[in-house]
């Protein structure tokens, strides 16, 4: 049996995200679930962090309120929101 090898700086780990994150050919039928919810809010802070809106946002609401903030509004523009999980 092989070692698994140690993956590259750059590498994600891909057995911890979703399948449809790693296999674009997948389609996500669900709403996200709440460990995706949180790849997806730590993503995007990587990308805003450092923006004069996400810093106002903060000054205004706190770390703590601008994270859920953040997090409902991706919520809110996932379409799959309404739907059932399939079983």
Known sequence: MGKKRKPEASEQY??????????????????????ELDLLVEGTLEGIR????????VDQAGEEKARRILRTRIIMHDEN???????
Do not use: F, I
């Not at 296999?23 to 709440?34: A, G, H, I, V």
């Not at 450092?50 to 946002?57: N, Q």
């Not at 929101?81 to 079983?87: D, M, N, Y």
């Open 14 to 35: 891909d057995w911890d995200l979703p399948g449809w994150v790693v296999n674009e050919s997948l389609d996500r039928t669900t709403p996200y679930t709440e460990d």
């Open 50 to 57: 450092d923006t004069a809106a996400w810093r106002s946002l």
């Open 81 to 87: 929101a309404r739907k059932l999980p399939r079983h």
